[in-house]
């Protein structure tokens, strides 16, 4: 029961980090940022963090075939993870964003039944039709705005970018078991910042406007996304893999989807209607179904 808290106290305040992300990220790009430049930021800042915190952690005794799984999975999985992230919150809202992050039960029980042979039952089976509905629902329900320029692109990244950390965190939890927190962390942020700077070489991106023209707001939110959603909150994460199963791991996505959607609603970033809600109330009916299946077994 101990360990039940500490991992969801963790993932408490990871996801709460992380729905003000949503919003943090918003506010950024592509004003003052453009997607590629912030994502690369991000992961070079907490590869040099998670190796410092190495410095002073146990000696890493992981095998060389498990920091090249890892490495792998940030390379693909983390850094696609963030950077359809950062492209689709620039055309869509954050309240649409953080619906289809709160997808991730989901697709964490669709790699259970396909992977580790998990139970089927009616309860899962209505679960993942009803958030699907809700998905098509929010897909094609929003016609572009003022506040959402293209939200049918938007959301379509927002959906891939969830599937993404759904793989993320699926295969995270059988390396948890032979590798420490920051050894994850660490090889999987090196390899998220490696195929981020093969991607700014490439395609080259833009000075951000951030370091051009100095704005005591912006950089205070950029150095908030830097400490608390990109440090402070993957840290978290590895507590809640090692102590909880990696459904309810994945159900505390309703704690980002809460704190995004009221501090949208408060700061004007975006705005209700009945559509929305409709499919809001479908996609969190058919997670709570999911997860209460997966309770019982």
Known sequence: MKNFFKGSLALLASRMSGGLNVNCTKFLLPLWM???????????FGTLFFWWIGIFSKPDTSSRRDRVKLFILGATMVFGYMILYAKGITYT?????????????????AFSVVCCNERVTAGKVAGICLGFCGVVATLFSEAPHELASNPLLGNAMAL???LFYAV????????LRRVSNVVMLKYTFLGAACSAVLFFLFT???VPRLFLEYNGKAVAVMLFVLF?????SYLLVPIGLKYLKTTLVAMF????????TVVSLLTGQDRFDLALLFALSLICIGIFLVG?????G
């Open 34 to 44: 453009a997607p590629l430049g912030f994502v690369t930021v991000r992961l070079l």
């Open 93 to 109: 809202t954050p309240v649409n964003f953080a619906i289809f992050n709160a997808l991730q039960p989901v697709w964490v029980f």
């Open 160 to 162: 891939a970018s969830s």
């Open 168 to 175: 993320y965190l699926f295969s995270s939890t059988a390396l």
């Open 204 to 206: 080259g991106c833009e």
């Open 228 to 232: 608390f959603p990109t440090a402070i």
């Open 253 to 260: 996505g309703y704690v980002t989807l809460f704190v995004a």
């Open 292 to 296: 209460r299946a997966e309770k019982r």
